[in-house]
């Protein structure tokens, strides 16, 4: 059985993305939650009836195979079918529009970063086209009208404006979409509504005005996202918070339309969901310790808005009396618009700009005279600590594009564009917005084109073959396609690679559908990014269309757009990874190195491409250091000096663990040795996850213990898995509180979390029979124990740890529960209680037959039966 589910709290959008969901998985159940959002009940109050849907209580769940999860990624948000469901042993698929990444309990994830959850799926639908009637265009479009603020909030992209267009074009019903999103408040609503604006605070926290509104109600009421909509409509706020106790519960409801406040960070931190703009929790607790909680999430999450001293440049000043004709040269020169008129003791007198140069007459003897016959005179100044936004306003008060800066003393420090607004407030992109990470670059840009078939000669036949007919392939789809990053750095080393990227430049999605017909192979292909893959035999396969990416600020995920080649190397990480061979028939086998990266390959060098990578993009850090280890490499001074300042600078409140967590398991997948440690301690990279974070006490003694006692399980075949003891020890000095927040499979988070006390090790030692050793370590997984001995360096622990391993562990009794039915016990508690007996009469050494072992259990049958 398939399952289609979402949040326990599901709203409009989740309901939405259900139906929509089960249009494309069509033999599976949609399963609603008990606690749905107003507007969902609401909804489904009239249209039940369309939709095939089922409650908790009507599911057989040991029968589910697969959950197919909408608009969450978080496993706790589930509530009840979490009770229900064995997440670890279904596969699991996601389609949600949270930003997130890669998770390990997650098997297909087609989450996309848009407004509403609802988008990805009318999308795919459109794409396959999926026939729909006008029930479920109509809750569609409502679905993703909600979740993105009728397209007004912070996270809306033109995904969603295409699911709804189409929607739209398929006869969904605007008066009915209308009607549900003009909600009325019911009359509990109103009671709370009039309480609640009586009870308001003001606060500024890191420039940025929040107010919140808080409550002691009776009873419980719904529907209080709609009172904190229409709250915040009333008073025109930015940041709204509401807080109503009820029932023993708080529920806190927020909004934002502020570019430094976002509220999923917030509503994470408070064990909560949501995204950009809107989010929701329910705290048991009162409403006093709610509110600390809450304004400590705010204070720990909110951006510092920027400032004018972080964006203005230096500006350019000439002496009133320069000639029109030589500014204008100036302006052309230092591609700038404008410049500052001073007088001959260097105080200001004016400003002139493009707009002056556009309304001169274009006559010659104009151009000779001095601008200050029309430059502006009336200048409006800036502070360097005022913010962004006040600029702004500034600006479109005085409809001028230009502030210059002045300090406390008067003295003039800089001058903001309107220019520096676009670039740095809006992200918006300009004609000079990517020169500085050009001018930011570490190497010297000389494009070199070489021959290396004889290379690609050597490789394995079916390899050579794979790319060869990959090429033949894109050529007969007018694309260019290279083989790039790891596995041509890999070439070069003579080392081995079963994982192929390819960038292609042209129609990658015809491109990736021709070759998995070709060796008739299925694969998967993202439409927002643009990047496939597939596997053929041990060879994995990733495709991506040839990009350059746009970081908006540090840690944030990439925006991408197509560019050449050239751009697409010179967007990477390292320069030992930005090398590309040619596989398209014309130019086989011919090696593009734009940033004499082959040298580096070749002296076994790591060196970054950009000064500010490590700011874009942390987790190039943990990867850099993963190079290191598996390759040998030296780390170039400037790259090294780059990581630890990118560190010290602690200004990734973007960077997510699961983003983290990725490099940190491929890292510790590594054979890593004690040089690893001497590099943390010098580029303390762990500081991305928890910034206080220091290498443990005695940390070299406990890895190499715990690597010589992995050794010894893997030469006794113990199954045990290497990469969690490490990481464990490791990170052993983070707080328990911190890792439990991270969202782990259970069982890795288990280990994370094993910091036995010394008296375990002690009631170990001293238990010294067969079945109390027995008790006390069968509950404890191989990597348990191997941390054991790790911490406490004991020879009586380390003997007794082996010889339960050795002797014990796997003692298994001949009999089960259906041969006890069969001797006369009934189903219930007593078979676990006689087969437990059993089992320690054999740890004893008695009852080594199946036959004395049923013999047994028949003579204690009456009196576990209390007869």
């Known amino acids: 059985m398939d399952l289609i589910i979402s949040h326990e ?35 489904l109050a009239l249209y039940k009836d369309e939709f095939e849907i089922y409650k908790y209580d009507q599911i057989e769940y040991k029968k589910v195979k697969r959950v197919i999860i909408i608009d969450t990624h978080e496993i706790d948000r589930l509530g009840t079918f979490n009770d229900f469901i064995d997440i670890e042993n279904v596969e699991v698929i996601v389609y949600d529009h949270h930003p997130h990444l890669k998770l390990d309990w997650i098997d297909i994830d087609l989450s996309e970063n848009v407004g509403s959850a609802t988008s990805i799926l009318v999308n795919r639908l459109k794409r396959e086209n999926v026939k729909l009637n006008r029930s479920e265009v109509t809750l569609f479009a409502l679905g993703i009208s909600a979740d993105t603020g009728n397209f007004m909030h912070l996270n809306t992209e033109s995904e969603d404006l295409i699911a709804f267009a189409y929607l739209l074009d398929m006869g ?49 009421v719904t529907g209080l996202n709609n009172v904190a909509e229409k709250i915040k409509l009333l008073y025109q706020l930015s940041v709204i918070f509401i807080l109503v106790e009820m029932e023993g519960k708080v529920i806190i409801i927020g909004r934002s339309s502020d570019e430094n406040v976002n509220l999923e960070d917030i509503f994470d931190k408070l064990g909560g969901g949501g995204h950009f703009g809107a989010g929701s929790v329910s705290l048991k607790t009162d409403l006093e310790i709610a509110q600390n909680k809450l304004e400590t ?29 030589k500014v204008k040269e100036m302006i052309k020169d230092k591609n700038i618009s404008g410049v500052l008129a ?22 010659k003897d104009i151009y000779r005279v001095p601008i200050k016959a029309y430059m502006t005179k009336k200048l409006i100044f800036i502070k360097p600590y005022d913010t962004i936004h006040k600029a702004q306003e500034k600006m479109v008060k005085h409809d001028i594009g230009r502030l210059p800066v002045k300090d406390k003393e008067g003295n003039l420090i800089g001058i903001i564009t309107r220019r520096d607004i676009l670039n740095q407030y809006y992200q918006e992109e300009t004609e000079n917005q990517n020169q500085n990470r ?41 694309c260019k396609i290279f083989l790039v990053g790891g596995m041509v750095r890999d070439l070069l080393l003579n080392k081995s690679n079963n994982d192929f990227d390819f960038v292609v430049e042209g129609d990658i999605e015809s491109l990736i559908k021709e070759i998995a017909v070709s060796y008739d192979v299925s694969y998967k292909y993202n439409q927002h990014f643009q990047t496939g893959s597939m596997k053929l035999k041990q060879y994995d396969l990733d495709f991506a269309v040839s990009r350059n990416e746009l970081y908006t ?20 990480d390292f320069t030992i990874n930005a090398l590309a061979v040619a596989l398209h028939p014309k130019e086989y086998g011919s090696l593009y190195d734009f940033f004499k990266a082959r040298k580096d390959v070749e002296k076994k060098i790591l060196k ?27 780390i170039d001074e400037e790259t090294r000096a780059l990581m630890q300042e990118a560190i010290r600078l602690s200004r990734f409140s973007d960077v997510t663990f699961p983003r983290i967590y990725k490099e940190l398991k491929l890292l510790f997948r590594e054979n890593v040795d004690l040089e690893f440690i001497d590099l943390l301690k010098e580029i303390p990279f762990l500081r991305l996850i928890y910034d206080k974070y220091n290498l443990p006490v005695k940390i070299k003694e406990k890895y190499k213990r715990a690597k010589k006692y992995l050794a010894y399980f893997d030469q006794n075949n113990y199954n045990v898995k290497k990469w969690p003891v490490y990481f464990s020890l490791i990170m052993s000095s983070i707080p328990s509180s911190i890792i439990n927040s991270w969202s782990l499979k259970q069982k890795i988070k288990n280990v994370l979390l094993f910091r036995p006390k010394e008296y375990v090790a002690k009631n170990i030692v001293n238990n010294s029979g067969r079945v109390d050793l027995y008790s006390i370590l069968k509950d404890y997984t191989n990597e348990q124990l191997v941390l ?15 010889f339960y391993l050795d002797q014990i562990s796997d003692i298994e009794i001949s009999i089960n529960g259906n041969d006890l039915l069969n001797i006369g016990y009934k189903e219930g508690p007593l078979i676990s209680k006689a087969l437990e007996l059993v089992k320690t009469q054999l740890l004893k050494g008695n009852l080594k037959t199946k036959k004395k072992q049923l013999a047994y259990s028949k003579k204690i049958k009456k009196n576990l039966e209390g007869k």
């Open 608 to 634: 970054v491409l950009h000064r500010f990578s490590f700011l874009d993009d942390p987790t190039r850090i943990v990867r850099g250091i993963r190079l290191v280890l598996q390759l040998n490499l030296l």
């Open 342 to 363: 001073v007088d001959q003791n260097k105080n200001i007198k004016g400003i002139f700009t493009t707009r002056d140069l556009r309304r001169l007459n274009v006559k």
């Open 9 to 43: 709290n599901t709203d409009i959008d989740g309901l939405a993305g259900m139906i929509a969901a089960a249009k494309l998985y069509t033999d599976a159940k949609v399963v609603i939650s008990e606690n749905m959002t107003s507007l969902a009940q609401r909804f």
């Open 438 to 478: 050009y001018v930011s670059s570490l190497v010297s840009i000389t494009p070199e084109k070489e021959k290396i078939i004889n290379r690609l000669d050597e490789l394995p036949n079916q390899v050579r073959k794979l790319f060869k007919n990959i090429g033949k392939i894109a050529d007969k789809n007018n």
């Open 297 to 325: 999430a705010i204070r720990d999450n909110v951006k510092v808005a920027l400032r004018v001293k972080d964006v203005m440049k230096k500006p350019v000043t000439v002496n009133q009396n320069t000639k029109v004709n």
């Open 172 to 220: 969904a019903n605007k008066k009915i979409i209308n009607e549900y999103l003009l909600e009325t408040l019911n009359q509990s609503q109103k009671k709370v509504f009039d309480l609640l604006i009586k009870h308001r605070k003001d606060l500024k926290i890191k420039d940025t005005d929040i107010t919140y509104f808080s409550l002691k109600y009776p009873h419980y």
């Open 553 to 572: 600020h540090p840690g944030a995920l990439p925006k991408v757009k197509k560019a050449d080649i050239f751009d697409d190397l010179f967007r990477r």
């Open 788 to 802: 054991l001995m790790a911490l406490y360096d004991q020879k009586e622990l380390k003997e007794k740890i082996f």
